[in-house]
């Protein structure tokens, strides 16, 4: 599903961010990305969906070669990733409702359809009933879970979620992941980038880690366990 | 709804919450998108009412050739001839040097002494031409040029001191109107690309998720032009109601014998739905020009 080849980020202010990084993921993987502040996790996913390119390398996602993407392409290879973040980015002027019809909207699903889809949506992520409701009448949990319906809003093949729970109390923390753990059961790929090592321990996932741009570990899930 | 209609009737809703999120704003632009054009507009009917006023008149004024005293009645006759053959001529009456005299002391009774005590006659002998009331000015200096240039002619009078002056304040008013109407129109730009700068900015964060989402830029900028486009459109119904208001209360002044120098003239610029139709159009291209520009230096960040 991902591929990195010997790429390299630099945004020139000294040291490069990304050094000769080299892992692929496989379809239907649960990957954890770790890391301190700094070590390059966020560009790492950037590079994914194009945000930003390498300066040397190759990135390949689901077999397309993203690394040299035209910027007009780049939104398409958005519409076939879900991209979770810390602070969920939910539109404040929008109902949870809005906020997912939005994003059908965007990949061009409206009207009936568009409408079935975010009940379909809002019942997987446990939102159901909670359409009509706006951002800020929800919990922390509640906005993730939103979040995370509307990354799923276009069925992608794959997910980035970086630092997704990175705001939530241990509890709720877990739900999440258990609902990232559904996700996954049900054939999509995770990356997912934390600095918590707690959420990697509860998971016991191939866990890729990062240090000051380099990539000095790459454990499988078995391996992972063993080290509890 | 097919999807295409679907996307348009989303987009549109967008652009119309955006124009209500920003209302102030919005109507703020719209007013000074009406004035440009407002100011545009009654530059425009002033120049074309003063165009056919000129028109009018020229065609009134008519055209008078002065005939020397040496002017031999074969070159007179020749010069009559081919007057009556021109198109843009529609009569032409004779003055001998006598008719000319009688005239004067019938005009002017307490100077008919003075012409008797000359030996000689100096009043002219004159051919009156009277013009086709469509002939421009143009033409009938053309045409007047032309009879100059005959034997026998002293000097041409066509008016065209008073025409020269009347069609040089109207092309004085086209020149300052559109110099005005331009600088207007800048100013308006600047206006409305800030005020889409501060949709953009207010709404950076959903673009930001629109982005991410992966909407394309013509999916973002939409919005922004009917945004644009809506102010425009508001801008220029209130230009077109403001001058049609104009058209109504000014119209009947000049058409009384009151109204002055315009007096009895042509009526204002007719007002109608093409009018409208353009005000309402060049409004709103000024909005979209003026998003255009902002979103336009956005998009590249």
Redesign the interface.
Known sequence: MIVFDHVTKDFGHGQPVLRDLSFHIEPGELSFLIGRSGAGKTTLLRLI?GAERPDSGTIRVASRDVSRLRP?SV?????NIG?IFQDS?L?A?RTVAGNLL??L????I??RAAKNRVDELLERVGMAGRAADWPAELSGGEQQRVAIA?AL??DPALILADEATGNLDPDVREEILTLFDAINQAGTTILFATHDMDVVREMRKRVLTLVGGEMVSDRPPELEAAYR | MPRPLYHLAFLFADGVRAVRTHLALAVMTGLTIAVTLLLLGLFTAVYHHLERVAERLHGELGMVVFLADDCAPAQRDALLGWLRHRPEVAAVTQTSKEEAAATFTKRHPESAALLALLEENPLPASLEVHLDGALTAAATASLAHEVEGFAGVDAVRYGEQWLASLLGLSRWLRGGGASAGALLALATLFIVSNQVALSIYARREEIDIMRLIGATNRFIRTPFYLEGALTGLFGGGVAALLLAATHRLVGPLLATPGGGLLAGSLDLVSFGIRQVAVLAGGGALLGMVGCWASIGHFMKR
């Open positions: 969906y007009g939104p398409y290879l958005r519409r991209i980015k539109l002027s939005f994003a909207q965007v990949a061009g409206g009207g509307r809003a276009n």
